[in-house]
């Protein structure tokens, strides 16, 4: 999983975190990784994801949108 910005901070910045809420930011190759672990996580612990939330793209062209 690579993160955003890694010039500003090694390795990137992957998430932010206020409350119920969680701010992905990873590169478009990661996403469907990112699912997946979400999926365990549901799976693990018993609670539920929200995946009808919004996601906003960005450095990318829309043929990779």
Do not use: R
Request: net charge negative.
């Amino acid at each position: 999983m690579k993160g955003v910005v890694p010039h500003l901070v090694p390795g990137g910045i992957t998430h932010l975190q206020y409350a119920d809420n969680i701010f992905l930011m990873v590169d478009g190759d990661s996403i469907k990784n990112i699912k997946f672990l979400l999926y365990c996580f549901e799976w693990m612990s018993g609670m539920k994801i929200n995946y009808q939330s919004e996601m906003v793209l960005f450095g990318m062209g829309e043929d990779e949108q």
